[in-house]
């Protein structure tokens, strides 16, 4: 699809056609880094300002600049821009790629094309890929994706817990490479749903799928130490790259207005839609089954259920699952009950004994309480009895045997 018009863009989203750049063609590509998309939410007093119900260019025009560590190296990059929760066509004026710095600033950036244009429209519910960009990068380097906008956006597709620091500045500082400008911060992602890189033969991807303890919550922010980015650094230089895919709040079974569609809806686009995915590691459930889920409290028949029919996903696309088990709550009390901890437990000897998954990786063994099982071990606790802390994180990428992951190359 060489040289698409705008109109002709939209409309061939609007069929369901895959866009991808004719020059893109004859190259492998592989996910290099991603997040989930959420639909707009208020800000909140318990973990600050978001952009996402404003938008942006409300004062035309504001450029947003946003930084990412990508998990495995190549020659070129492409960027996928996601209007999925958008009611409205999102018009990006322009959009650059450059390494990060120190904050906001960045090394040279290079202009971002979308079928051969520097502008585009992203139609609502879809993504879009950009064209690819020769900048050559390195596992574990930081990139920074500047967008410029000078018509208003309304409300933003995010992704609220990025647990990394985002930059905007009014006017257009689309080449700035000293941030300066850079003023206002948030600690969350708008749009930016990808960074894809061209790949060596063999290479992948391991997706991480999940909730909030796969997001990252209870992390240090700007740090990259969710168990994701932990399983990255162990895999640094190797055949696979890691994307996370975690929404913190996300239920396995039924939407969430704040925390997104449910799993088994976002599945598709999250996971298996991704380029070079090899294997996914699934950690879903805890929101289905807690206590502050009435009415949506689910029963372990239903959870597991679920679980079945992600594993029925992948496999239909030859990717391999890793399930790993849903970890201690015991200490929040707003999660809690009798009843929610012995779903926990039957979905987790499911998980364990059922036979379903290619592989399973035992968090919970790994992070609960000896004598109290239902409890986080106090050094893994972030301090609200259900996060764990960069430690925590830490410990549970470790537990990730690398030989079950398949394409894994020992250097």
């Known amino acids: 699809m060489r040289n698409l018009t705008i109109p002709a863009l939209a409309a061939a989203l609007a069929l369901n056609m895959t866009v991808t750049p004719?020059?893109?063609?004859?190259?492998?590509?592989?996910?290099?880094?991603?997040?989930?998309?959420?639909?707009?939410?208020?800000?909140?007093?318990?973990?600050?300002?978001?952009?996402?119900?404003?938008?942006?260019?409300?004062?035309?025009?504001?450029?947003?600049r946003q930084v990412v560590r990508v998990t495995t190296g190549g020659p070129s990059v492409r960027v996928r821009l996601s209007n999925v929760h958008g009611t409205a066509p999102l018009a990006v004026d322009g959009a650059a790629i450059a390494g990060a710095l120190?904050?906001?600033?960045?090394?040279?950036?290079?202009?971002?094309?979308?079928?051969?244009?520097?502008?585009?429209?992203?139609?609502?519910?879809?993504?879009?890929?950009s064209d690819p960009v020769s900048l050559p990068v390195r596992p574990l380097g930081r990139l920074a994706v500047t967008l410029r906008f000078t018509r208003p956006t309304g409300a933003a597709t995010f992704h609220h817990f990025a647990q990394v620091t985002s930059y905007r500045a009014a006017g257009d500082h689309l080449a700035d490479t000293a941030g300066k400008a850079f003023t206002d911060t948030s600690d969350s992602w708008y749009y930016l749903a990808g960074v894809e890189v061209a790949a060596p033969?063999?290479?992948?991807?391991?997706?991480?799928?999940?909730?909030?303890?796969?997001?990252?919550?209870?992390?240090?922010?700007?740090?990259?130490?969710?168990?994701?980015?932990?399983?990255?650094?162990?895999?640094?230089?190797?055949?696979?790259a890691v994307v996370n895919a975690g929404i913190g709040g996300n239920r396995l079974l039924t939407d969430s207005p704040e925390y997104g569609g449910n799993g088994l809806a976002r599945f598709q686009r999250d996971v298996l839609d991704r380029p070079g995915v090899?294997?996914?590691?699934?950690?879903?459930?805890?929101?289905?089954?807690?206590?502050?889920?009435?009415?949506?409290?689910?029963?372990?028949?239903?959870?597991?259920?679920?679980?079945?029919?992600?594993?029925?996903?992948?496999?239909?696309?030859?990717?391999?699952?890793?399930?790993?088990?849903?970890?201690?709550?015991?200490?929040?009390?707003?999660?809690?009950?009798?009843?929610?901890?012995?779903?926990?437990?039957?979905?987790?000897?499911?998980?364990?004994?059922?036979?379903?998954?290619?592989?399973?990786?035992?968090?919970?063994?790994?992070?609960?309480?000896?004598?109290?099982?239902?409890?986080?071990?106090?050094?893994?606790?972030?301090?609200?009895?259900?996060?764990?802390?960069d430690a925590g994180y830490r410990a549970i990428a470790q537990a990730v045997d690398l030989t079950t992951l398949p394409r894994y190359r020992s250097s």
């Open 102 to 129: 120190q904050g906001a600033a960045t090394s040279r950036p290079r202009t971002l094309t979308f079928a051969g244009r520097e502008e585009t429209v992203v139609p609502p519910g879809r993504e879009l890929l």
């Open 278 to 389: 090899r294997t996914v590691i699934a950690m879903q459930g805890i929101n289905d089954l807690a206590e502050w889920n009435k009415p949506h409290q689910a029963s372990a028949g239903q959870i597991i259920d679920g679980h079945k029919r992600l594993i029925e996903a992948a496999h239909a696309r030859g990717v391999k699952v890793v399930g790993a088990t849903l970890m201690p709550m015991k200490g929040a009390a707003l999660a809690y009950s009798p009843a929610a901890e012995a779903v926990r437990d039957e979905v987790n000897r499911w998980i364990r004994t059922g036979g379903a998954y290619d592989h399973v990786v035992d968090f919970d063994a790994v992070v609960r309480r000896p004598g109290d099982p239902g409890l986080l071990r106090p050094q893994y606790d972030s301090g609200d009895g259900i996060h764990l802390n």
């Open 22 to 64: 004719a020059e893109a063609a004859p190259r492998r590509w592989a996910a290099a880094w991603g997040s989930a998309a959420q639909p707009a939410t208020p800000s909140t007093p318990w973990y600050g300002v978001n952009w996402s119900e404003e938008g942006f260019a409300r004062q035309a025009p504001e450029t947003l």
């Open 201 to 240: 033969r063999g290479a992948g991807t391991v997706v991480a799928f999940g909730d909030s303890l796969t997001d990252g919550v209870g992390s240090t922010v700007g740090a990259d130490h969710r168990y994701p980015d932990r399983l990255a650094e162990r895999l640094a230089g190797r055949s696979l």
